[in-house]
């Protein structure tokens, strides 16, 4: 039985469309390929442990002896969103997507907002963050009214300069929002985008917070909870799971901060889980089509992996993953219907096992039960059997 599991969620990173990905409007997107073949990838620690061996990758070769387990997942829920992706990588898969609003939220839904806040909004459209702000920060700062805008994921965004509404107003706007937006309106996520500076100079800050929908049945993060052990989420994960099943939670500031605070708090956990979501890729590179940043940030992550590899015992497993992709490559820039990498590692698991092509990201949360010795999910297939050195007795 494993005692830590450490699993990383490189936010976006796909690798390869899915076969339903022209439903999507997602033809042609590979986040990882695409990047490789456009502006290259030095990614030698992961190429180690196999991501050449997943998919054809350009400079990315394939090795002969790879030093983790490693395949890809389809995501079987209907979505591509951060919500759906890390559900159904603890378990949950949806049978309908959530609601989206390209043409912006209906009037009762504003209304209300507009009633429960007592401040009139802006926007109400499907925009890019750092966009909507250029253009509409000016008059936010002239009239006081939130920026509320959407995309094409199940999202309700308010965006406010910090010096006009202060943090604490705009939280409780986002639980308004969220009280609001239940039932045929269960958007997956309100997001709280506060930014500064003056016009012309707009920058987001890192007090973004997430209100996401309770996951509806329980996720593997609670059973493993409620068998005892730890359940830390690292960055945005417990905004994700609103809070269900998490023990403790770490904020970080953006990717290496987030690597340097999942070190820490590894070091510090006896037994159980610790869950990290690193969201930069997503937020400041794919969504900004930014394929030259999104390679060094992907390159600064493989350059740490030797000193996240270090703190693991030999009871602890590595896995490294994604929820979605968000190619940086395409017109688009929304998030893609995507395979996911993974990559398994750990002094009790197999080397060089192709783990093929998962059905389902539940998968993933089946086998984390599995290693940890706790009673599974109701969806998903355990691959523990399949990389387990040792004779597995749990179920």
Not at 292 to 304: M, P, S
Request: hydrophobic fraction near 40%; aromatic fraction near 6%; charge should be negative.
């Amino acid at each position: 039985m494993i005692k830590r599991v450490l699993l990383i969620v490189l936010d976006s990173v796909g690798i390869g469309e899915l076969p339903d990905a022209e439903k999507y409007g997602d033809t042609g997107s590979n986040t990882l390929g695409n990047i490789a073949a456009t502006v290259g990838l030095k990614l030698p620690n992961m190429q180690n442990m196999g991501l050449g061996n997943i998919a054809p990758l350009h400079g990315i070769e394939p090795v002969t002896q790879p030093t983790a387990a490693f395949g890809k997942m389809a995501e079987l829920s209907p979505g591509k969103d951060t919500t759906t992706g890390h559900w159904e990588i603890a378990g949950i898969i949806l049978e309908k997507p959530f609601p989206t609003y390209p043409h912006g939220f209906p009037p009762e839904i504003i209304e209300e907002f507009e009633r429960k806040t007592g401040r009139k909004v802006l926007g109400n459209k499907v925009a890019s963050g750092t966009e909507i702000i250029g253009e509409l920060g000016e008059e936010h700062l002239k009239t006081g009214r939130p920026i509320v805008y959407t995309s094409a994921d199940s999202v309700f965004q308010i965006a406010a300069h910090e010096d006009i509404i202060p943090l604490t107003e705009l939280y409780e706007m986002c639980k308004a929002a969220r009280a609001i937006l239940q039932g045929d309106h269960a958007v997956g996520r309100v997001i709280a985008r506060p930014f500064i500076g003056s016009p012309g100079n707009f920058q987001r800050t890192a007090n973004r917070h997430d209100y996401s929908l309770a996951p509806p049945s329980p996720t593997v993060l609670e059973l493993i909870r409620n068998s005892g052990l730890e359940v830390v989420g690292v960055g945005k994960i417990n905004d994700i799971y609103a809070g269900k099943g998490i023990t403790r939670s770490v904020s970080i500031k953006h990717n290496m901060d987030g690597v340097d605070r999942t070190i820490e708090v590894f070091q510090e956990v006896a037994s159980g889980l610790v869950f990290t979501n690193l969201v930069d890729y997503d937020s400041k590179y794919g969504h900004r089509n930014d394929p030259v940043g999104y390679a060094k940030a992907l390159e600064e992550f493989d350059g740490r992996l030797p000193e996240i590899l270090s703190v693991l015992d030999q009871e602890d497993v590595l896995i490294i993953t994604a929820d979605h992709g968000c190619d940086p490559t395409t017109p688009s820039t929304d998030h893609s219907r995507e395979y996911v990498p993974l990559l398994i590692h750990g002094a009790k698991i197999k080397v060089g096992v192709n783990l093929g092509i998962r059905k389902s990201f539940a998968d993933l949360g089946a086998t984390v039960t599995d290693m940890l010795g706790v009673a599974p999910p109701p969806h998903g297939v355990s691959m523990y059997k399949l990389i387990a050195l040792q004779e597995v007795s749990n179920a």
